[in-house]
């Protein structure tokens, strides 16, 4: 483009940026053809600037009128304005939505990190409650948890971690338990349910800063500290007649809702209540195969397991009442009265002989009102003349094991010392070497003396087959149901222990 070209260029684009007058008076100026003492510049200017505007509205409303004359352009045109002010809104909206979904996530996330406001169906419509009484945690000298990750920091893992501990799952592919089964002297089988490594942190926390603060009933003696079936026996020794009755399903009949209450019997809130009770509860397991993949499919309600550390102290904890009660019964005929986990015993001399029948009668009624039953075919009425037996020890005139039980482990001894373990069994368990170990702790807490020589003699033979403590834990056991419930909650558990 020539330097012509361009200052015509420059001329069209003047005159279009204002009105033909306005660029004439304007070069007029310049060009020195009239003078503000000719004319009054500013009167024109601000005519000339009026005729521009009303011009320029003037070819508006002939646009607007030619397109009224022509419809489809009109419509054309119309839809062409919303279609552009709807891709605006459109945008504007999805903008605002994603803010909204990134604040959103954002208060998830730090919810998540924080707090547990859903456990599965059932258990999470109280999660927002989370006032406790602290006045009454006070009097338990109980910790305070004022919300979910409170007591994650106490345990120390994180929030997430006690979510999924603590989560109800229907079907799930993990399970926070190791279940085997232990022989029952009566036959059948004992199902044992041994939490995994993390659940069991979870629950050792819960019983020594929880569980083991509560005072229970002086004659409760399972899983007590300083307690045991040896303290629980020592009650009943040289007694006219000893009275043994037994709770049927005990723990399968601690379900959810009575362990939720022992907590909130405490003081805890709801929430913390809901997550420590499920905690301390597993529900029935059946294993499913669904298209080659292995899921534990939940049955029925919750209720406590055998193998949890906290199962113990909690049945102590919610039948304090139904200690009290059958103490008091005891003492109103003169009798003794003691609890070893789901072991009940009674035990009087000759002048209450009489009031055997009302002991019976009105310990079943007790054991009922309280939410227990006794079992029909475990009652034992012994008196002086018979073997009087108490969690598997004699109690006639001093804490015994009962011969021909000692004799028959002393006989496995030493064919065991002679022939080797291949074929031995202890009533009827697959290892012997756990088996033996067990026994001669069993009889060392009731008799130092006897117990230590079989503990010598148990002691050479593990040593000999390279038997050491942490393959304990391999071994299902069989063992007579006193020294089950001692192996039980004591043995067998720390046998876990070590292993995990």
Same mark, same amino acid.
């Given at each position: 483009?020539?330097?012509?070209?361009?200052?015509?260029?420059?001329?069209?684009?003047?005159?279009?940026?204002?009105?033909?007058?306005?660029?004439?008076l304007?070069?007029?100026?310049?060009?020195?053809?009239?003078?503000?003492?000719?004319?009054?510049?500013?009167?024109?200017?601000?005519?000339?600037?009026?005729e521009?505007?009303?011009?320029?509205?003037?070819?508006?409303?002939?646009?607007?009128?030619?397109?009224?004359?022509?419809?489809?352009?009109?419509?054309?045109?119309?839809?062409?304005?919303?279609?552009?002010?709807s891709?605006?809104?459109?945008?504007?909206t999805?903008l605002?939505?994603?803010?909204?979904?990134?604040?959103?996530?954002e208060?998830?996330?730090?919810?998540?990190?924080?707090?547990?406001?859903?456990?599965?169906?059932?258990?999470?419509?109280?999660?927002?409650?989370?006032?406790?009484?602290?006045?009454?945690?006070?009097?338990?000298?109980?910790?305070?948890?004022?919300?979910?990750?409170?007591?994650?920091?106490?345990?120390?893992?994180?929030?997430?971690?006690?979510?999924?501990?603590?989560?109800?799952?229907?079907?799930?592919?993990?399970?926070?338990?190791k279940?085997?089964?232990?022989?029952?002297?009566?036959?059948?089988?004992?199902?044992?349910?041994?939490?995994?490594?993390?659940?069991k942190?979870?629950?050792?926390?819960?019983?020594?800063?929880?569980?083991?603060?509560?005072?229970?009933?002086?004659?409760?003696?399972g899983?007590? &500290? $300083?307690?045991?079936?040896?303290? =629980?026996?020592?009650? *009943?020794? %040289? /007694?006219?007649?000893?009275?043994?009755?037994?709770? @049927?399903?005990?723990?399968?009949?601690?379900?959810?809702?009575?362990?939720k209450?022992?907590?909130?019997?405490l003081?805890y809130?709801?929430?913390?209540?809901?997550?420590?009770?499920?905690?301390?509860?597993?529900?029935?397991?059946?294993?499913?195969?669904?298209?080659?993949?292995?899921?534990?499919?939940?049955?029925?309600?919750?209720?406590?397991?055998?193998?949890?550390?906290?199962?113990?102290?909690?049945?102590?904890?919610?039948?304090?009442?139904?200690?009290?009660?059958?103490?008091?019964?005891?003492k109103?005929?003169?009798?003794?009265?003691?609890?070893?986990?789901?072991?009940?015993?009674?035990?009087?001399?000759?002048?209450?002989?009489?009031?055997?029948?009302?002991?019976?009668?009105?310990? &079943? $009624?007790?054991?009922?009102?309280? =939410?227990?039953?006794l *079992?029909? %075919? /475990?009652?034992?009425?012994?008196?002086?003349?018979? @073997?009087q037996?108490?969690?598997?020890?004699?109690?006639?005139?001093?804490?015994?094991?009962?011969?021909?039980?000692?004799?028959?482990?002393?006989?496995?001894?030493?064919?065991?010392?002679?022939?080797?373990?291949?074929?031995?069994?202890?009533?009827?368990?697959?290892?012997?070497?756990?088996?033996?170990?067990?026994?001669?702790?069993?009889?060392?807490?009731?008799?130092k003396?006897?117990?230590?020589?079989?503990?010598?003699?148990?002691?050479?033979?593990?040593?000999?087959?390279?038997?050491?403590?942490?393959?304990?834990?391999?071994?299902?056991?069989?063992?007579?149901?006193?020294?089950?419930?001692?192996?039980?909650?004591?043995?067998?558990?720390?046998?876990?222990?070590?292993?995990?």
């Open positions: 483009m020539n330097t012509s070209q361009q200052r015509r260029q420059e001329l069209y684009d003047k005159i279009r940026q204002s009105s033909k007058q306005e660029y004439i304007s070069e007029m100026k310049r060009l020195g053809f009239w003078t503000e003492k000719n004319i009054d510049f500013q009167k024109v200017e601000s005519y000339l600037k009026e521009r505007e009303l011009s320029s509205q003037l070819q508006k409303l002939f646009r607007e009128k030619k397109t009224v004359e022509n419809p489809e352009e009109f419509i054309a045109q119309k839809h062409l304005e919303r279609k552009k002010a891709k605006e809104k459109q945008k504007e999805k605002k939505r994603e803010q909204a979904r990134q604040l959103k996530a208060k998830w996330q730090k919810t998540k990190a924080e707090d547990i406001i859903y456990l599965g169906k059932n258990y999470s419509h109280q999660l927002n409650h989370k006032e406790s009484d602290k006045a009454r945690l006070q009097k338990f000298n109980l910790p305070v948890f004022d919300n979910a990750k409170d007591l994650a920091d106490a345990i120390k893992i994180s929030v997430g971690l006690l979510r999924f501990l603590a989560y109800s799952r229907k079907y799930s592919k993990t399970s926070h338990y279940r085997f089964k232990i022989a029952k002297k009566t036959g059948g089988f004992r199902l044992i349910s041994a939490p995994m490594p993390r659940l942190q979870a629950q050792h926390y819960i019983l020594e800063h929880l569980l083991n603060k509560v005072a229970v009933h002086p004659k409760a003696n899983c007590v &500290k $300083k307690k045991s079936i040896v303290s =629980n026996a020592k009650l *009943h020794l %040289d /007694k006219d007649v000893v009275i043994n009755q037994d709770l @049927k399903n005990f723990f399968p009949t601690i379900t959810y809702k009575r362990v209450g022992v907590f909130k019997s003081g809130s709801e929430q913390i209540s809901v997550i420590l009770a499920l905690l301390c509860t597993e529900p029935k397991i059946m294993d499913v195969d669904v298209l080659g993949e292995n899921y534990y499919a939940q049955i029925g309600e919750r209720f406590l397991p055998q193998g949890s550390p906290c199962s113990p102290a909690i049945t102590n904890i919610l039948c304090r009442k139904l200690d009290y009660r059958l103490d008091g019964l005891a109103h005929y003169g009798f003794e009265y003691s609890r070893y986990v789901d072991d009940i015993t009674f035990s009087g001399t000759k002048n209450e002989y009489e009031h055997i029948t009302s002991i019976l009668k009105y310990s &079943k $009624k007790i054991v009922s009102e309280e =939410n227990f039953i *079992h029909p %075919d /475990k009652l034992r009425i012994m008196k002086k003349k018979q @073997k037996e108490v969690t598997g020890i004699v109690v006639n005139k001093k804490l015994n094991i009962d011969r021909k039980t000692l004799k028959r482990f002393r006989a496995l001894l030493f064919q065991i010392e002679k022939d080797g373990i291949e074929g031995k069994s202890w009533n009827g368990g697959s290892n012997v070497l756990a088996q033996i170990d067990g026994f001669s702790n069993f009889v060392y807490q009731v008799d003396e006897k117990g230590q020589r079989l503990k010598d003699r148990v002691k050479k033979i593990l040593e000999s087959y390279g038997y050491k403590e942490q393959h304990k834990a391999k071994y299902v056991t069989s063992i007579p149901k006193s020294q089950a419930k001692q192996s039980f909650f004591g043995k067998i558990l720390s046998f876990f222990k070590r292993k995990n």
